[in-house]
Each structure stands twice: as C-alpha cells, then as structure tokens.
C-alpha cells in the first residue's frame, strides 16, 4: 500500500518517539547552528528597528513604481516609498545611507525627476520600534511563557508545560536562525510572524498532548505499554490531524510566499509569509519530534513508567524506551 | 465511554442562534452603513506630523529627554484605540504617524505637553477684558464684596471649580484677617508702588464665600474704590506680596491675559520656581507658588460623571507620596488667608481652575471639576494617565501621508491569499469528501463573522486592519480548520471501533474533540491577552485580532460545524457511508495490513 493511501486510511505507524536520538541530533545541529547564525551573522534589522535616512522631495510626474525603482536602481534595498499631502510630495525611508550613496541618491532623483538638488532634503530618522518597544516586547513574551507554563501544568502536567515551551523556544531559534543566515530583512511584519508561530507552535503541541494524556491515562502495573510506546500511539492517532491541519494551514501562506513575491519580488508580503511558512513546518515538526520524545525522556524517568518498562523488558513483551529501533507498537 | 447524547442535541436550534449572531454584526454593518474595514497605516496611508522640540536657548535637548518624550506620545497615541502608529525621532525632531486621513485633532492631542501641577494661589487679579467681567461678575450689584454669594464658586458664574468634593467648610476669616494686613516686603513696593497703599479690603472685610477672587475690583467695587482696572499697577492694590518673587510678581503685572497667546499650549512652567499664569478662559491672573505637587505624582487619571452631580470631572489618585504632598498643601491652603486658599490646577503653564480649599483632603484623591464635556474630560484623563511631556513642542507640519505598501503588494497578496483558499478547499474536499463540505462551509461561516466583526470594531472601537492582521486572519484559517479536523478525525475513531452509529459516534467524538478544542483554544487566547496588555504599538493590535479570531473559532466549532454534522448525519447519504460522504466503509475499516516502519515525510 502506497504511503498516500496509508495515510488517507489512517494507518501509520511511525516510530517517532523511539527514534529519539535522530531527532534530538537533528534540532541540536540545527539549534547550533542557528545560533552561530545569530551569533555571526545577527539579524538583518529593518528601518524600523535601526532608523535609517528619509528622503523628501517634491516630483509631480513621478508614480510610485518610478520612486521605487529609481532607490533600488541605486542600490538601496526596500525603500519604503509614500506621498505626503496632495502637491506630489514624496517620503522614502531607506536604511541608513553613508555620504556618498546619499549625494549619489540625491543627484540620481535630482536628474530624473528633474528636481532641484537643493529641495531634496534628506534627514536621519530614529527607529519607530526602538529600544524600549523591544524591551516590552521581551517582557511580553516572558509573562507569555510564564502564563502558558501555568495554564498547561494546570491543564496537563508540569512536564508536558516544559516540554511544550522548549519546543516553542526551539520554533523561534530555527525560524530566527533562518533570518540571520539567508539575510532577509527583521521587519515589524516579521516580528508579528514570530508571533503567530509561537501561538501555532503551542496550539499543536497542546492538541498532541491531549491525546497522549488520554491515552496514558489508561497505563497502570498490568498494562503492556510503556509510556513512550503509549506517547508513540498517541502522535500516530493524531498524526493524519497535525497533517492536515499543516497542511491547510501552510498553504494560503505558501501561496502568498510563492507567488506573491514572483509576482511581485521582495517586499513585505515575503517577509511576513517566509516567517510563517518556516516556522510553521519547524513547528509541526517539533511537536511530533521535539515536544513528545522530551515529554517521553522526562515521564520515563518516574518510578510507574520505570516499573511497567522493567516488567515488559524481563517478559519480552516490549522494547525498552530508548533506542528501540522497531516500530512494532501495539495498536489501542 | 461517554454516553451518546444525540437525544439532547438541537442542531437546528443552535444553527439560529448562529443565524442571529451573524445577522446581529450584519444588521450593525448596515446601521452604521459601514460596510468595508478600515484599513491601517501600512495598508491605507495616514496623517504625519513633525514636532520640534523647544528649548530656552535653542539647543538640541538631552537624548534620553527626548527619549522619554518619544515613549510617552507613543502611549498615548496607542492609548486611544487598538491601530498602530509609528512614533520616531528624527534628529531631535519627532515624527508621529497615525492612520487615517485627516486626524489632525488627535496627533494635536498626543503632543500637549500635559504636565499638571498643582501650585497655590499666592495673588489673583481679574482681567480687564470686558466681556470677561460681562460673564465673570457674579452679579451687576455692587455689593459683592460686603454680602455672601450664594455659592462658594463666587468668582465665574456658570463654571464649577471644586478640588474634591465640598466638605461643609469652617470659616478660616478669623486667621485671614490677621494676616492679611502685613506690609509688603520693600522689594515687592519698590517694584509695585501702589502695593503698600490699600490692604486688600475685599478679602479682609468679605466672608470665607468671597473669597476667591475677592480682590477683584471690579465685581467688587465697593471694596477697592482705588482700582483703577486700566493701568497694570493698580492690579497690584489689594495683594499681599509677602513671600512673592519680586520678578514673578513683575511678570503678573505685566501679564495680559485677555491675549491668547498668552494661555495657549505649552508654556513651560519650572515646577520649582514661583509663577505668573493666566486662567484659562482668560478671566483671571495668578501668581502661583512653586509645585508642591507635580504630575509624576498622579497615579491614575479617569474620566466620569461624579456622584451627585451633573458635570464631567477627572478624579485623580495621587501615588503614596504625592497623597501626603497633596494632604500637605491642602493643610496649608486651608489655614491661609485668601486667596491662598486656593489651589491653581496648572496645566501648560495654564491655570484650568482654582478652587478653594475648604479642607484639608487626606487619602490621595481629587476631583477636578470645570467645564469639561465627555470629550475634553477624557482627553485630559488620558493626558494625565499616560504622563507628560517632559518638553514643549512645535509643531512643524502635519500631512497627509500615503500608505507604506504598495497597492499592488496589497492586491498581491489578496490574490495570493485567494488561491491560497481555494487550495485548502481542494484538499478538504478531496481528503474528506462529504465531510469536506462541512470543513469549507465552516471556513466560509468563519470568514463571514470574522469579516463583519472587524468592520463593526472598525467603526466603533477603531480597528484597523494592517497587513499583519491580514496575514494573521489568513493563518488563524489553520487554527480554525484545526479545529473540525480534530472533529473529524475523533468521529473517524470511533466509527473505526464500528459499534456505533454515525449519529452516536458524533455526539461521542464531540465530547472529547470539544475538550481538545477548548484547551488548544485557551492556549492562543491566553497568548492574546498577554501580548494585548504587555505589548505596544503594532503587537497589541496584532494580540486583538489574534483573540478576535480565537474567539470566533470557538463560535463556528460549536454553533455551526457542530449542529451541521449533527445535521448531515440524519442525511443516508452520510449515516450509511456512502463512498463520497468521506465516512466510507474503505477508510473506516480496521485493515492493518502494514506495521513496517515508514518514513515521516513531513518533517
């Protein structure tokens, strides 16, 4: 039976929680190296964060498309070009130009738009998301944290709490390291991305959990399962759901990425949509690969769990939790 | 096992209720003729204005005053509703943009310097205006000065002036009288000759009601027969200039407030010096103590219509040492003689009221009561509230601004996000078949709510939709597609157990997915909140439509996907699975032909 017909029955069978060791090597290579990415690289700040350089001018003839061109054919990237009032103003704000490109931009529009030089006025602007927003920023996400790890120690259980926020806080560093190695602009659309993956990401691990806790629930002294084969049946119960729901989430937002920007190149359509894309497959990822087995290494460790994995390892009725390498899991 | 509980499931009458809600948000979208969203900065384009910093000697103010500045405009201009604005320095200029077209009012409101301090009344003098006099005189008798008014806010007919609420008063005369007789201080007569030459007789001679303003000579004419109202100096006759900075005192005689320009935005009063201040409405002339109490001690500001009164007032709760300032100056004012038992409430260096303190007021509260409408009264609450400026401003220009993307990356992205859906209702209709259409009239009965709900908050709480929210509308189809997914696969289950009837196995799978449903829920509300009320600017709005669309998930699952899976399985078509219904015999049966491990393909 083809994998696609296995999957639209409902029947599969993937061992992910016994193949712990791949999927923790794998999100720590990625982890480290997207922190060497921050670390190397940084991120790409927008004007927003940095501040940059406003050019006014006055060009009546000019269209939007003209403006725009003209700053990228000077080699400025992401001008964000306005009108201001109704007489043919114009407002670009670019990143923060040194002397030369500056004249060098100024003489360009200058020519073209057959301005004077002298009423091309071009000034330094501070960030619009400075310090401070950022700082509320961190306190937010941080009484963030703290206000889910209360609410799903209280709904589940402490360690599935931890285990949900060390698989959002692994979401956030991929998606953030994908920023810092390919270069792509940190805008405030951006940010607003991260955001929505941090809520993805939680809302897929907590349906994940959901089932393993059912599931679970049932394991006492006589039960043939241990815990990971349980949490193992549990994600391979709800696996056609995280499926489908990637799926038909991911995909307005791959058809925004994909062809928005070849339709129309960069800009903040691309911004916004490559956060959500990466982070909701790193995300959907981690819930199945990173979120379980750590809630499974961390539950293996309790007295109950140890003893039901002894007595189904000295009978030979199960695999011991770790580094079993078959998949022959009993089906509830 | 849960029992099945089709017996008490209405579908049809949940399905109205849905019905209502919809046309609840539909019939306000046409009440208010409002039938588009409104749109954000990003999407729609706004009004821009330049503020430049003014200083005493024109030098460029310190950064992290100019910081300070900037933090407080951008509370107060994201204080008032849940769009974004841009707030940015630009040299030591700043530059604030908020969307819409045309908001030249409220960008003038976020750039008041709104420091309010509360200075007492050292002198007072009425303005020569004469249509002030015409409106302030409490009446055209002479006699003011000789027989008690009827109401202690003698001074200005029509406006009330109360610190706090009146408490039944104590005639403080008896100290007034005895001190009101010191001779001035040499300086003060050198400066201001016919000083020393009258003792204030109104005041003195006047009960406790008169005294605010009693030195006015007009009203009172019978009182100060010398005055002579056109020549500055004779302003001086009646005030006891003990304790009053001579130059203060050289300013007040000068000052004249029938000019408005002289009780506009802005006058930058230091908080520690003495201080020469117009009333507002330009009928009065202070000189004013140095601050004992200063806005940074205000905790809280609010806006309301007092108990037992008629009128807007801003009542104000002072911080643990502010209320003992405050305690403490209306102690003194209390025992001193008038008019320095008036309090000057001083905002911009103008004079909004200045009532008698007819008590000491412990407890760290006050009222300020004047002419306020709701509008002004809540302005001046939310001024106070989100602090003051620690600068005056100029303002430079105020333009309209178009949006920052272009409309064709608007237009872009509306397609994109279009064919976008018509994917997921591909898939759904391919992988669930029957119940697909349940999943695409859910996302439709989603987009409805969500689109009208964004239009009534657009036009009464003022929601504008950026390109974020957009973006994060589109992604919430996910969370919502999540949610009768999960539905879906539990009634899968348990039709695979096949010792259940579709309509039995619904109401059981409803149980748990329910449970499923609401816990993930709570995730991203909670997720919501916190970022609405910690965050600032862009994020807050982001939060809101985050909540929004939570919220609206939970309603579709339950008034509609619900009751309409309830009401499919009464249909043969899907009770006894057919091929198409998505509840086929083929995929609900129990074949385990394969337990080979295979590939996850999707990580």
């Known amino acids: 039976m083809g994998l696609a017909r296995r999957l639209y029955r409902g029947e599969i069978d993937v061992d992910f929680v016994g193949k712990w060791r791949l999927w923790y090597s794998l999100s720590g290579f990625l982890l480290v190296v997207s922190l060497a990415g921050l670390l190397i690289n940084g991120l790409n700040l927008g004007v927003e964060f940095k501040g940059g350089t406003v050019f006014s001018f006055k060009a009546q003839t000019a269209t939007i498309e ?62 619009s998301w400075g310090g401070e927003v950022s700082q509320k920023a961190w306190i937010g996400l941080g009484v963030f944290m703290l206000a889910i790890i209360l609410y799903l120690s209280m709904a589940f259980e402490p360690k599935m709490a931890l285990a949900a926020i060390v698989a959002l806080v692994h979401d956030l560093v991929i998606t953030a390291g994908i920023y810092a190695w390919s270069g792509f602009e940190v805008t405030p659309a951006t940010l607003l991305g991260f955001l929505t993956i941090l809520g993805y990401s939680l809302y897929d691990a907590v349906v994940v959990f959901d089932m393993i806790k059912e599931v679970t629930a049932k394991l006492g002294h006589t039960s043939k399962m241990t815990y990971s084969m349980a949490a193992n049946n549990a994600l391979n119960h709800t696996l056609i759901r995280s499926l489908n729901t990637s799926l038909v989430a991911i995909l307005p937002v791959a058809a925004i990425l994909f062809i928005g920007t070849t339709l129309l190149g960069a800009g903040v359509l691309k911004d916004l949509s490559l956060a959500l894309f990466v982070g909701m497959i790193v995300g959907t990822y981690s819930s199945l690969c990173v979120a379980t087995p750590l809630l499974v290494t961390l539950k293996e460790r309790e007295p109950k769990y140890q003893a039901i994995a002894k007595r189904l390892a000295s009978t030979g009725g199960g695999k011991g939790p770790k580094g079993s390498k078959s998949a022959a899991v009993a089906k509830g | 096992m849960a029992r099945p509980t089709s017996r008490h499931s209405r579908p049809g009458r949940t ?17 208010q003729k409002a039938f588009t969203p409104k749109l954000g900065l990003d999407l729609a384009g706004g009004t821009t204005m330049t503020l430049k910093p003014v200083t005493l000697n024109n030098a460029a103010p310190p950064e992290e005053i100019l910081d300070r500045a900037v933090s407080i405009i951008r509370d107060r201009v994201n204080g008032t509703g849940v769009s974004d604005a841009e707030v940015a320095k630009s040299g030591s200029n700043i530059i604030i943009s908020i969307p819409g077209v045309g908001q030249n009012e409220a960008l003038k409101l976020v750039s008041t310097t709104a420091e309010m301090r509360f200075r007492q009344v050292l002198a007072s003098a009425a303005t020569q205006a004469p249509q002030d006099l015409a409106t302030n005189a409490p009446s055209p008798t002479p006699s003011g ?142 000189v004013l103590d140095v601050a004992k109490v200063v806005g940074t001690d205000i905790d809280s500001a609010s806006a309301g219509i007092p108990q037992s009164s008629v009128n807007w007032a801003v009542e104000l709760n002072f911080k643990s040492k502010g209320a003992d300032a405050w305690a403490k100056l209306t102690q003194e004012a209390y025992s001193a003689q008038p008019p320095r038992n008036q309090v000057a409430v001083v905002l911009d260096g103008v004079v909004i009221t200045a009532p008698n303190i007819q008590g000491p007021i412990p407890g760290g509260k006050a009222q300020i009561t004047g002419n306020f409408d709701q509008t002004s009264a809540t302005q001046l609450a939310d001024q106070l509230k989100y602090g003051a400026l620690p600068l005056k401003f100029t303002r430079q220009s105020i333009d309209t601004v178009s949006s920052t993307l272009g409309q064709d990356q608007l237009q872009g992205g509306l397609i994109a996000g279009a064919i976008g859906l018509a994917l997921v209702v591909v898939y759904s209709m391919l992988y669930y078949r029957g119940l697909g259409i349940v999943a695409v009239l859910s996302l439709a009965v989603a987009t409805i709510i969500t689109y009208t709900a964004v239009v009534v908050l657009g036009h009464n709480a003022n929601f504008r939709l950026s390109l974020p929210h957009i973006i994060g509308l589109v992604v919430s189809i996910g969370i919502t597609a999540d949610s009768f997914i999960v539905y879906f696969e539990r009634i899968r289950d348990e039709m695979k157990e096949g010792r259940r009837s579709l309509r039995a196995a619904i109401e059981v799978a409803w149980v748990r997915a329910r449970r499923t449903i609401l816990i993930a829920d709570a995730v991203m509300f909670i997720a919501a909140i916190v970022l609405y009320f910690l965050a600032v600017g862009g994020v807050a709005g982001f939060a809101f439509a985050m909540g929004l669309t939570t919220l609206i998930d939970i309603v579709v699952v339950f008034l509609f996907t619900k009751p309409f899976i309830a009401l499919l399985a009464r249909l043969k078509f899907f009770a006894k699975g057919h091929p198409l219904s998505g509840l086929d015999s083929e995929r609900m049966s129990e074949a385990h032909t394969s337990s080979r491990p295979t590939k996850p393909q999707e990580a």
């Open chain 1, 66 to 127: 003209q403006v725009r061109e003209e700053f990228l054919a000077e080699g400025v990237h992401q001008p964000i070009v306005q009108t201001t009032g109704t007489d043919g103003g114009w407002r670009v704000t670019t990143e923060t130009l040194q002397e030369g490109t500056l004249a060098q931009v100024q003489s360009a529009i200058a020519k073209d738009f057959n301005v004077p030089a002298g009423q091309i006025s071009s000034q330094s602007i501070g960030a």
């Open chain 2, 15 to 31: 399905l109205l209720v849905l019905l209502a809600l919809i046309f609840a948000l539909g019939g306000t979208m046409f009440l």
């Open chain 2, 145 to 286: 000065s000789a027989s008690p008014t009827a109401t202690p806010k003698s001074g200005k007919s029509g406006k009330s002036s109360q610190v706090s609420t009146p408490k039944p008063s104590t005639s403080p005369t008896g100290k007034a009288l005895s001190s009101a007789l010191t001779a001035p201080t040499p300086a003060a007569s050198a400066e201001a000759p016919s000083a020393s030459t009258s003792a204030q007789p109104s005041a003195t001679q006047g009960s406790q009601k008169q005294q605010k303003k009693g030195q006015d000579a007009k009203a009172t004419p019978t009182a100060a027969p010398s005055a002579q109202p056109s020549t500055p100096p004779a302003q001086d006759q009646g005030i006891n200039t003990q304790g009053i900075d001579p130059a203060v005192l050289a300013q007040f005689n000068k000052l004249d407030c029938t000019k408005k320009e002289n009780r506009g935005q802005g006058v930058q009063d230091d908080p520690a010096k003495q201080y020469a201040a117009c009333e507002s409405d330009g009928s009065y002339k202070y």
